[in-house]
């Protein structure tokens, strides 16, 4: 017997019809002789109303608290999901990530997986069970509380369930065919790639391209584990989707293989902070104690002893960012005269592996932006990618002249 992992998001189990058809797909994998362990995302829209929820009623609320009722869209999915597959007589059971238990640590919202035993499935599946559901993006902290992996974590769920039990391939069903050259919502020549390498993948989700979340590649690249990317609406075939895989069984070797993007980010500019040593620190000390995510960060040269410092952050983070520097200011850490929230900004990146040996990456995706009349607010560069802070207003038009510049849409 093979273990295969299976994950539908939550466009793919939205309604009972479409949780009947993800169980089919679920019996064909049995038939074929797997073992399958299927992770489930809540219904699509959930977890949002879940979160809206947790915000209106308390708005620096307590992380444990979050987690306990966002992560309850999950267990909805699972048991319905495991009794569709009961009615078409397929042995299933469903598991929350408490009963696995799937241990994380205490980082309520955004939890890291810390261990998952296989003593407890394995037993059921020697017993004759063929399908164990599990809720996907919750875990149990060393506490005993509820915990969540961050958005988008159900994908995480699946690919550590897959290094685990040593599965054969971690198949993510989602609602488009594939990983394309940029989001297919976006640009209408997006192109779907057969194969993408995991640093590249890692790249654009980290980025913004949420069709991954960034710690499932971090994971599968780790533990070697077989991904692949499938649409769970059209007709299955065996070389359906996206394999991301090494970077050693990929043919083509072009400069960028893809453009990713954020609508949600923030500019925050700390206006005539005192330039001297340790000012970074105790600017970013906090805001890393108060869990923002700090992203780009640019200093300004400093005229009398004062400088400007910039940083990006996501936006839902900016009152956060702002508690968090009142703080330090109100405890005589830094001084500033005033900190300026931009909170209409995108971020845009271009990402490829090539770019280690193609020069003037930067200045072909500079000139496009120009020639588009778009300015750049905070630009900043890795090996593999290239990211710029714009007006969002521009963002999908930037998104478009990047893929066009770079002729992303021919293979
Ligand atoms: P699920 O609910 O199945 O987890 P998500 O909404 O999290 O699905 O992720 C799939 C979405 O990711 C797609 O609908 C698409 O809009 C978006 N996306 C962003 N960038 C890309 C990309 N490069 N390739 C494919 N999809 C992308
Ligand atoms: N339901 C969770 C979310 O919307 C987890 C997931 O779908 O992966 O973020
Ligand atoms: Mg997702």
Request: charged letters at 25%.
């Amino acid at each position: 017997m093979t273990r295969l992992v299976m994950k539908f998001g939550g466009t793919s189990v939205a309604t009972l019809d479409r949780i009947k058809r993800a169980a089919k797909r679920v019996g064909r994998e049995v038939a074929n002789g797997h073992e399958v362990i299927v992770i489930v995302s809540a219904m699509s829209g959930k977890t949002n109303e879940l979160v809206g929820w947790v915000n209106e009623t308390s708005p620096f609320y307590d992380a444990r608290e979050y987690d306990a009722v966002v992560s309850s869209g999950e267990n909805v999915t699972a048991g319905l999901m495991a009794l569709t597959l009961q009615e078409m007589d397929i042995p299933a059971r469903s598991w929350q990530g408490w009963q696995v238990p799937l241990i994380t640590n205490g980082a309520h919202g955004a939890a890291r997986i810390e261990e998952i035993p296989t003593a407890n499935m394995d037993a059921k599946f020697a017993e004759g069970m063929k399908v164990a559901v599990v809720a996907g993006f919750q875990g149990i902290s060393p506490e005993g509380r509820i915990t969540t992996l961050g958005r988008g974590g159900s994908d995480t769920t699946a690919v550590a369930f897959a290094a685990a039990h040593g599965a054969v391939r971690c198949d993510i069903y989602t609602d488009v065919d594939g990983v394309y050259t940029t989001d297919p919502r976006v640009s209408s020549n997006a192109r779907k790639l057969d194969r993408i390498a995991f640093e590249e993948m890692l790249e654009l989700a980290s980025l913004g391209a949420k069709v991954l979340q960034t710690r499932s590649v971090e994971l599968a690249m780790r533990f070697k584990v077989k991904l692949r990317v499938l649409s769970s609406f059209d007709e299955y075939d065996e070389t359906a989707g996206t394999l991301v895989c090494d970077e050693e069984e990929i043919m083509e070797s072009k400069a960028v293989a893809g453009v990713a993007f954020s609508r949600d980010e923030a500019k925050m500019t700390l206006i005539s902070v005192a330039d001297k040593p340790g000012i970074a620190a105790a600017i970013f000390g906090p805001l890393a104690e108060a869990g923002v995510n700090v992203d780009m960060i640019v200093q300004n040269i400093s005229e009398e002893g004062r400088t400007d410092m910039t940083f990006s952050c996501p936006v839902d983070q900016v009152k956060r960012a702002e508690k968090a520097m009142e703080g330090a200011r109100a405890s005589g850490a830094i001084e500033y005269s005033e900190l300026v929230a931009d909170t209409n900004v995108a971020k845009v990146s271009v990402v490829g592996i090539g770019m280690r040996s193609h020069a003037g990456v930067a200045a072909r995706m500079f000139q496009s932006l120009r020639d588009e009349g778009i300015n750049i607010k905070v630009i900043t560069t890795s090996e593999i990618k290239i990211s710029v802070l714009i007006d969002r207003k521009y963002m999908e038009l930037a998104v478009q002249a990047l893929h066009d510049c770079f002729e992303l849409e021919k293979a």
